[in-house]
T-cell receptor
Framework: QQQVKQSPQSLIVQKGGISIINCAYENTAFDYFPWYQQFPGKGPALLIAIRPDVSEKKEGRFTISFNKSAKQFSLHIMDSQPGDSATYFCAASIAGNTPLVFGKGTRLSVIA | EAGVVQSPRYKIIEKKQPVAFWCNPISGHNTLYWYLQNLGQGPELLIRYENEEAVDDSQLPKDRFSAERLKGVDSTLKIQPAELGDSAVYLC??????????????FGPGTRLTVL
């Protein structure tokens, strides 16, 4: 049973464009939703995270939108840059140092 | 502040051989996780430690995998014997109970295992 479904599997965006990655979860007990960025040969690194008490969180060019009723959340990367080319993972957990349940990842390529 | 340290970074072994991975978490982090990442997939939990106690090991294949976290700091993950399907990246992560950052998991660079 896949608890966190992520789409698309891959994404190509022009430099300066908006990258959008979507995730849906099943477990209504989840209350912590981070996005991780992973470059080849590196471990995942936290990009931005949201809790269900807010519908949107913005940090620089990165925004998470959260829809609790639909059990969906998405990552928006504004003004996408070639340096953003990486694999992005959404995840979910129950707050309190519990294990993260990851989506399968989205490979983003930003082309000039 | 040093991040999560893992070694070795790469390991190539013959099937049926044993292998061990080492992780040193961020100083002061009580919770340590081992995740398995197959190619093109997201990480999946193998085991979680709170200090030296394994509190979630339901996904650890105990017939061949074992782990320990003596003294609640460093941890070792072992596979004996390794099988071809064990080829993957083994990630270690740690987190703290700091109220200002209670849920962030910090990942190490991983150990890429190839079983021939």
């Amino acid at each position: 049973q896949q608890q966190v479904k992520q789409s698309p599997q891959s994404l190509i965006v022009q430099k300066g464009g908006i990258s959008i990655i979507n995730c849906a979860y099943e477990n209504t007990a989840f209350d912590y939703f981070p996005w991780y960025q992973q470059f080849p040969g590196k471990g995942p690194a936290l990009l931005i995270a949201i809790r269900p008490d807010v519908s949107e969180k913005k940090e620089g060019r990165f925004t998470i939108s959260f829809n609790k009723s639909a059990k969906q959340f998405s990552l928006h990367i504004m003004d996408s840059q070639p340096g953003d080319s990486a694999t992005y993972f959404c995840a979910a957990s129950i707050a309190g140092n519990t294990p993260l349940v990851f989506g399968k990842g989205t490979r983003l390529s930003v082309i000039a | 502040e040093a991040g999560v340290v893992q070694s070795p970074r790469y390991k190539i072994i013959e099937k049926k051989q044993p292998v061990a991975f080492w992780c040193n978490p961020i100083s002061g982090h009580n919770t340590l996780y081992w995740y398995l990442q197959n190619l093109g997939q997201g990480p999946e939990l193998l085991i979680r430690y709170e200090n030296e106690e394994a509190v979630d090991d339901s996904q650890l294949p105990k017939d061949r995998f074992s782990a320990e976290r003596l003294k609640g700091v460093d941890s070792t993950l072992k596979i004996q014997p390794a099988e071809l399907g064990d080829s993957a990246v083994y990630l270690c992560a740690s987190s703290s109970r700091d109220p200002s950052d209670p849920d962030t998991q910090y990942f190490g660079p991983g150990t890429r295992l190839t079983v021939l």
